[in-house]
């Protein structure tokens, strides 16, 4: 099995193993969680990416970077959480981070 069920772009074991990972606590996950999962973080992935692609524009180009989906999030106000990941000098030390230890930043 792919980790891939339907018609989703996302492969749904690996986000079920990325939910388990997020606490001790969570211990069963039924079917259908991961696949809102995937839906939720398609979404998600969209609409980010659409704000990067209007900073993109503005700037008269045609290639997205990683300084343009960091001026989106910085700009969008729904995306504040992930201002520290993007922001500053750090921003390559954290996109390096396995989710779990994301987690642990988030938790401190």
């Given amino acids: 099995m792919s980790g891939r ?3 989703h772009s996302l492969p749904l074991a690996r986000i ?3 939910m388990k ?13 991961p696949i809102v999962f995937s839906k939720a ?3 998600f992935i969209q609409e980010l990416t659409k704000r990067s692609w209007m900073v993109t524009m503005q ?3 045609r290639t997205l970077h990683k300084e343009d989906v960091a ?6 106000d729904i995306f504040d959480f992930l201002v520290n990941l ?7 030390d ?8 994301e987690m642990e930043t988030f938790r401190s």
């Fill in 5 to 7: 069920m339907g018609p």
């Fill in 16 to 18: 079920k193993k990325i």
């Fill in 21 to 33: 990972k997020s606490g001790d606590d969570v211990k069963m996950i039924s079917g259908e969680a």
């Fill in 41 to 43: 973080c398609e979404l």
């Fill in 59 to 61: 700037g008269k180009r």
């Fill in 71 to 76: 001026s989106a999030v910085i700009a969008t």
């Fill in 86 to 92: 993007v922001s500053d000098e750090s921003s390559n």
């Fill in 94 to 101: 954290n996109l390096a981070e396995t989710p779990s230890e």
